[in-house]
Protein backbone atom coordinates (compact mmCIF):
# COMPACT_ATOMS: atom_id res chain seq x y z
CA UNK A 1 0.00 0.00 0.00
CA UNK A 2 1.67 3.58 -0.86
CA UNK A 3 0.47 6.85 0.94
CA UNK A 4 0.01 9.79 -1.21
CA UNK A 5 2.15 11.77 -3.51
CA UNK A 6 4.58 13.73 -1.12
CA UNK A 7 2.83 17.45 -3.11
CA UNK A 8 -0.28 16.24 -2.11
CA UNK A 9 -2.76 18.98 -1.58
CA UNK A 10 0.29 21.59 -1.51
CA UNK A 11 -0.79 25.03 -2.81
CA UNK A 12 3.38 26.06 -3.39
CA UNK A 13 5.98 24.61 -4.26
CA UNK A 14 9.20 26.11 -2.91
CA UNK A 15 12.53 24.68 -3.82
CA UNK A 16 16.44 24.99 -3.72
CA UNK A 17 18.20 25.54 -6.45
CA UNK A 18 21.86 24.09 -6.11
CA UNK A 19 21.61 20.25 -6.43
CA UNK A 20 18.02 20.37 -6.63
CA UNK A 21 17.04 22.19 -10.14
CA UNK A 22 20.17 22.95 -11.17
CA UNK A 23 24.08 21.78 -10.43
CA UNK A 24 26.04 24.61 -11.96
CA UNK A 25 25.02 25.93 -15.83
CA UNK A 26 23.16 22.91 -15.97
CA UNK A 27 19.76 21.26 -15.27
CA UNK A 28 19.57 18.51 -12.56
CA UNK A 29 18.21 15.07 -14.38
CA UNK A 30 14.28 14.84 -14.67
CA UNK A 31 14.23 18.77 -12.96
CA UNK A 32 12.23 20.50 -16.25
CA UNK A 33 9.92 17.69 -17.09
CA UNK A 34 8.86 17.08 -13.46
CA UNK A 35 8.15 20.89 -12.86
CA UNK A 36 6.69 21.77 -16.04
CA UNK A 37 3.90 18.89 -14.82
CA UNK A 38 3.71 20.54 -11.31
CA UNK A 39 2.82 23.52 -12.71
CA UNK A 40 0.15 22.54 -15.15
CA UNK A 41 -1.66 21.08 -12.13
CA UNK A 42 -1.70 24.26 -10.72
CA UNK A 43 0.47 24.54 -8.07
CA UNK A 44 2.93 27.89 -7.94
CA UNK A 45 6.53 27.35 -7.99
CA UNK A 46 9.04 29.18 -6.13
CA UNK A 47 12.51 29.16 -5.97
CA UNK A 48 14.57 29.62 -2.92
CA UNK A 49 18.25 30.27 -2.72
CA UNK A 50 20.47 30.98 -0.15
CA UNK A 51 23.31 31.59 -2.95
CA UNK A 52 23.80 35.50 -2.80
CA UNK A 53 26.39 36.11 -5.52
CA UNK A 54 23.65 36.59 -8.08
CA UNK A 55 20.03 38.93 -8.75
CA UNK A 56 16.95 37.18 -8.87
CA UNK A 57 16.80 38.34 -12.92
CA UNK A 58 19.94 36.30 -13.47
CA UNK A 59 18.73 33.32 -11.34
CA UNK A 60 15.28 33.42 -13.51
CA UNK A 61 17.14 33.91 -16.73
CA UNK A 62 18.91 31.02 -15.94
CA UNK A 63 16.24 28.76 -15.15
CA UNK A 64 14.59 30.00 -18.61
CA UNK A 65 17.33 28.86 -20.65
CA UNK A 66 17.27 25.41 -19.03
CA UNK A 67 13.05 24.92 -19.92
CA UNK A 68 11.85 26.38 -16.73
CA UNK A 69 9.77 29.67 -17.30
CA UNK A 70 10.52 31.90 -14.37
CA UNK A 71 10.15 35.76 -13.55
CA UNK A 72 12.63 37.68 -11.33
CA UNK A 73 9.53 37.40 -8.76
CA UNK A 74 9.21 33.48 -8.66
CA UNK A 75 12.73 33.73 -7.22
CA UNK A 76 13.44 34.30 -3.52
CA UNK A 77 16.62 35.27 -2.53
CA UNK A 78 18.87 35.05 0.60
CA UNK A 79 20.17 39.08 0.09
CA UNK A 80 16.04 39.58 -0.19
CA UNK A 81 15.41 38.04 3.20
CA UNK A 82 19.00 40.20 4.63
CA UNK A 83 17.16 43.25 3.53
CA UNK A 84 14.50 42.77 5.46
CA UNK A 85 16.10 41.86 8.05
CA UNK A 86 17.70 45.41 7.54
CA UNK A 87 14.18 47.67 7.15
CA UNK A 88 13.39 46.25 10.51
CA UNK A 89 16.62 47.10 12.71
CA UNK A 90 17.73 50.53 10.75
CA UNK A 91 15.93 53.18 9.27
CA UNK A 92 15.83 53.88 5.46
CA UNK A 93 19.20 55.37 3.89
CA UNK A 94 21.37 53.67 6.15
CA UNK A 95 24.93 52.50 5.09
CA UNK A 96 25.46 49.17 4.90
CA UNK A 97 29.08 47.83 3.97
CA UNK A 98 28.19 45.02 1.27
CA UNK A 99 30.92 42.41 1.69
CA UNK A 100 29.54 40.19 -1.04
CA UNK A 101 28.67 40.91 -5.43
CA UNK A 102 26.50 42.29 -7.25
CA UNK A 103 22.85 40.15 -6.19
CA UNK A 104 23.32 41.79 -2.73
CA UNK A 105 24.36 44.81 -3.40
CA UNK A 106 21.58 45.36 -5.95
CA UNK A 107 19.26 44.27 -3.35
CA UNK A 108 20.46 46.44 -0.68
CA UNK A 109 20.31 49.77 -2.86
CA UNK A 110 16.83 48.84 -4.43
CA UNK A 111 15.79 48.65 -0.26
CA UNK A 112 16.61 51.86 -0.30
CA UNK A 113 19.71 51.93 1.74
CA UNK A 114 23.22 53.64 0.83
CA UNK A 115 26.11 51.43 0.21
CA UNK A 116 29.07 52.43 2.59
CA UNK A 117 33.19 51.78 0.78
CA UNK A 118 34.83 50.93 3.46
CA UNK A 119 34.77 50.19 7.23
CA UNK A 120 36.14 54.21 7.17
CA UNK A 121 32.50 55.34 6.27
CA UNK A 122 31.24 54.21 10.08
CA UNK A 123 28.81 52.00 8.20
CA UNK A 124 25.82 51.33 10.21
CA UNK A 125 25.74 47.49 9.38
CA UNK A 126 27.78 45.26 7.58
CA UNK A 127 25.63 42.88 5.32
CA UNK A 128 27.93 39.67 4.21
CA UNK A 129 27.11 37.28 1.34
CA UNK A 130 28.90 34.79 -1.22
CA UNK A 131 31.00 35.88 -4.22
CA UNK A 132 33.30 33.77 -5.88
CA UNK A 133 35.57 36.85 -6.52
CA UNK A 134 35.72 37.97 -2.88
CA UNK A 135 38.90 37.91 -1.15
CA UNK A 136 41.66 38.45 2.14
CA UNK A 137 40.63 42.31 1.81
CA UNK A 138 36.78 42.43 1.64
CA UNK A 139 37.09 39.62 4.94
CA UNK A 140 39.03 42.32 6.79
CA UNK A 141 37.32 45.13 5.98
CA UNK A 142 34.47 43.50 7.42
CA UNK A 143 36.03 42.92 10.22
CA UNK A 144 37.51 46.19 10.87
CA UNK A 145 33.94 47.42 10.30
CA UNK A 146 32.51 45.07 12.82
CA UNK A 147 35.49 46.27 15.73
CA UNK A 148 32.19 48.39 17.11
CA UNK A 149 30.29 45.31 18.90
CA UNK A 150 27.50 47.17 18.76
CA UNK A 151 27.38 47.01 14.94
CA UNK A 152 24.93 45.32 12.92
CA UNK A 153 26.44 42.04 11.12
CA UNK A 154 23.83 40.40 8.98
CA UNK A 155 25.04 37.34 7.25
CA UNK A 156 22.85 36.31 4.06
CA UNK A 157 23.49 32.27 5.04
CA UNK A 158 26.06 30.17 6.25
CA UNK A 159 26.64 26.91 3.89
CA UNK A 160 29.61 25.41 4.38
CA UNK A 161 29.61 24.14 0.61
CA UNK A 162 28.32 25.11 -2.88
CA UNK A 163 28.34 22.77 -5.47
CA UNK A 164 29.42 23.97 -8.40
CA UNK A 165 30.15 22.62 -11.84
CA UNK A 166 33.50 20.92 -11.25
CA UNK A 167 31.96 19.59 -7.73
CA UNK A 168 31.71 20.80 -4.38
CA UNK A 169 33.18 24.14 -2.99
CA UNK A 170 33.90 26.03 -0.09
CA UNK A 171 30.30 28.45 0.92
CA UNK A 172 29.58 31.40 2.51
CA UNK A 173 29.76 29.72 5.69
CA UNK A 174 33.37 29.59 5.45
CA UNK A 175 34.47 33.18 4.49
CA UNK A 176 31.88 33.82 7.87
CA UNK A 177 33.59 31.59 9.85
CA UNK A 178 37.12 33.58 8.71
CA UNK A 179 35.19 37.09 10.07
CA UNK A 180 33.95 35.49 12.95
CA UNK A 181 37.23 34.53 13.79
CA UNK A 182 38.56 37.59 13.61
CA UNK A 183 35.66 39.46 15.71
CA UNK A 184 34.74 37.14 18.31
CA UNK A 185 30.78 36.95 17.34
CA UNK A 186 28.34 35.75 14.98
CA UNK A 187 25.87 37.48 13.00
CA UNK A 188 22.57 37.33 12.23
CA UNK A 189 21.25 35.06 9.71
CA UNK A 190 18.97 35.59 7.03
CA UNK A 191 18.92 32.53 4.63
CA UNK A 192 18.49 28.75 5.49
CA UNK A 193 18.32 27.05 8.26
CA UNK A 194 17.40 30.22 10.03
CA UNK A 195 13.85 31.12 9.01
CA UNK A 196 13.91 34.86 7.25
CA UNK A 197 13.98 32.64 3.92
CA UNK A 198 11.19 30.78 4.40
CA UNK A 199 8.93 33.43 5.60
CA UNK A 200 9.51 36.29 2.71
CA UNK A 201 8.84 32.84 0.30
CA UNK A 202 5.39 32.40 1.94
CA UNK A 203 4.19 36.12 1.91
CA UNK A 204 5.72 36.18 -1.60
CA UNK A 205 3.47 33.56 -2.45
CA UNK A 206 0.45 33.94 -0.48
CA UNK A 207 0.88 30.51 0.72
CA UNK A 208 -1.49 28.28 2.64
CA UNK A 209 0.04 24.91 2.01
CA UNK A 210 3.97 25.00 1.03
CA UNK A 211 5.94 22.17 0.57
CA UNK A 212 9.96 22.67 0.26
CA UNK A 213 12.89 20.48 -1.31
CA UNK A 214 16.12 20.61 -0.51
CA UNK A 215 19.09 18.85 -0.88
CA UNK A 216 20.87 19.74 2.23
CA UNK A 217 19.56 18.48 6.07
CA UNK A 218 21.62 21.21 7.62
CA UNK A 219 19.97 24.14 6.07
CA UNK A 220 17.21 22.94 3.60
CA UNK A 221 15.54 20.49 5.76
CA UNK A 222 16.28 22.00 9.13
CA UNK A 223 15.30 25.25 8.32
CA UNK A 224 12.20 24.07 6.28
CA UNK A 225 11.20 21.91 9.83
CA UNK A 226 11.82 25.08 12.09
CA UNK A 227 9.14 27.11 9.54
CA UNK A 228 6.85 24.49 10.06
CA UNK A 229 6.62 23.50 6.89
CA UNK A 230 6.61 19.97 5.02
CA UNK A 231 10.35 18.51 3.05
CA UNK A 232 11.66 15.99 1.11
CA UNK A 233 15.16 15.27 0.37
CA UNK A 234 16.41 14.96 -3.04
CA UNK A 235 19.46 12.67 -3.51
CA UNK A 236 20.57 14.86 -6.14
CA UNK A 237 22.73 17.06 -4.48
CA UNK A 238 24.98 17.28 -1.38
CA UNK A 239 23.61 14.59 0.97
CA UNK A 240 22.80 11.40 1.22
CA UNK A 241 22.75 7.81 2.75
CA UNK A 242 25.79 8.50 5.58
CA UNK A 243 23.89 12.28 6.58
CA UNK A 244 20.93 10.96 6.58
CA UNK A 245 21.15 7.97 8.83
CA UNK A 246 22.94 10.34 11.46
CA UNK A 247 20.11 13.09 10.87
CA UNK A 248 19.36 14.19 14.53
CA UNK A 249 15.27 14.68 14.85
CA UNK A 250 15.06 18.52 13.73
CA UNK A 251 16.67 17.77 10.14
CA UNK A 252 14.72 14.76 9.46
CA UNK A 253 12.66 15.20 5.98
CA UNK A 254 9.42 14.19 5.67
CA UNK A 255 9.81 12.23 2.39
CA UNK A 256 13.46 10.85 0.66
CA UNK A 257 13.29 11.20 -3.06
CA UNK A 258 15.86 9.84 -6.15
CA UNK A 259 14.97 12.84 -7.37
CA UNK A 260 12.08 15.40 -8.33
CA UNK A 261 10.17 12.90 -9.79
CA UNK A 262 9.33 11.26 -6.93
CA UNK A 263 7.03 14.43 -6.05
CA UNK A 264 4.55 12.74 -8.48
CA UNK A 265 4.71 8.82 -7.13
CA UNK A 266 2.64 7.68 -4.78
CA UNK A 267 5.36 7.20 -1.89
CA UNK A 268 5.30 4.06 -0.25
CA UNK A 269 3.97 2.87 3.11
CA UNK A 270 6.91 2.70 5.77
CA UNK A 271 5.35 -0.92 7.29
CA UNK A 272 7.29 -1.73 11.00
CA UNK A 273 7.70 -5.67 11.48
CA UNK A 274 8.76 -8.10 13.70
CA UNK A 275 11.96 -8.77 11.28
CA UNK A 276 12.43 -5.16 10.78
CA UNK A 277 11.54 -1.68 8.99
CA UNK A 278 9.80 -2.38 5.30
CA UNK A 279 9.31 0.28 2.50
CA UNK A 280 8.57 -1.53 -0.84
CA UNK A 281 9.91 -4.50 -1.01
CA UNK A 282 13.16 -3.43 1.09
CA UNK A 283 13.67 -4.40 4.48
CA UNK A 284 16.14 -3.53 7.33
CA UNK A 285 16.44 -3.58 11.10
CA UNK A 286 18.43 -2.91 13.81
CA UNK A 287 20.32 -5.24 15.88
CA UNK A 288 22.32 -4.28 18.70
CA UNK A 289 25.23 -1.90 17.09
CA UNK A 290 24.29 -3.63 13.57
CA UNK A 291 21.86 -2.17 11.04
CA UNK A 292 21.14 -5.32 9.13
CA UNK A 293 19.74 -5.29 5.62
CA UNK A 294 17.07 -8.43 5.54
CA UNK A 295 15.67 -7.47 2.06
CA UNK A 296 17.20 -4.89 -0.06
CA UNK A 297 14.83 -4.65 -2.80
CA UNK A 298 14.66 -1.04 -4.62
CA UNK A 299 17.96 0.98 -4.17
CA UNK A 300 16.02 4.05 -2.51
CA UNK A 301 13.67 1.98 -0.88
CA UNK A 302 16.20 0.29 0.73
CA UNK A 303 18.11 3.66 1.79
CA UNK A 304 14.07 4.54 3.28
CA UNK A 305 14.00 1.74 5.51
CA UNK A 306 17.25 1.62 6.70
CA UNK A 307 17.26 5.29 7.71
CA UNK A 308 13.77 5.13 9.23
CA UNK A 309 15.05 1.58 11.43
CA UNK A 310 18.29 4.09 12.53
CA UNK A 311 15.53 6.84 13.24
CA UNK A 312 13.17 4.48 15.06
CA UNK A 313 16.35 2.49 17.15
CA UNK A 314 17.01 5.55 18.99
CA UNK A 315 20.66 4.71 19.05
CA UNK A 316 22.92 7.09 16.97
CA UNK A 317 24.29 5.71 13.49
CA UNK A 318 27.74 6.64 14.83
CA UNK A 319 27.69 4.15 17.33
CA UNK A 320 26.22 1.33 14.36
CA UNK A 321 27.80 -0.61 12.01
CA UNK A 322 26.59 0.01 9.26
CA UNK A 323 27.31 -1.93 5.86
CA UNK A 324 28.64 -0.53 2.55
CA UNK A 325 24.95 -2.15 0.75
CA UNK A 326 23.93 0.82 2.47
CA UNK A 327 26.51 3.72 2.49
CA UNK A 328 26.90 2.83 -0.39
CA UNK A 329 23.59 3.10 -2.36
CA UNK A 330 24.14 7.25 -3.60
CA UNK A 331 26.34 5.91 -6.48
CA UNK A 332 22.85 3.30 -7.77
CA UNK A 333 20.90 6.60 -7.42
CA UNK A 334 22.33 8.92 -9.38
Do not use: C
Request: overall charge negative.
Amino acid sequence: MARPAPLGNADVLLLDLDGVVYRGRNAVAHAPETLAAVRSSGVRIGYITNNASRTAASVAAHLTDLGLPAGPDDVVTSPQAAVRLLADRLPAGARILVIGGEGLRAVVLEAGFTLAASADDAPDAVVQGFSPELGWSDLAEASFALADPDRLWIATNTDWTIPVDRGIAPGNGTLVSAVHSAVGRLPVVAGKPETPLFEVAVDRFAAQRPFFVGDRLDTDIQGANAAGMPSALVLTGIDGPKELLAAQPNRRPGFILRDLRGLLEPYPEVKRRRDGVQVGKAVARVDGVSLEVVKAGEPVDLLRAAVEAVWTAGVSAYALRIPDSVLGLRASLQ
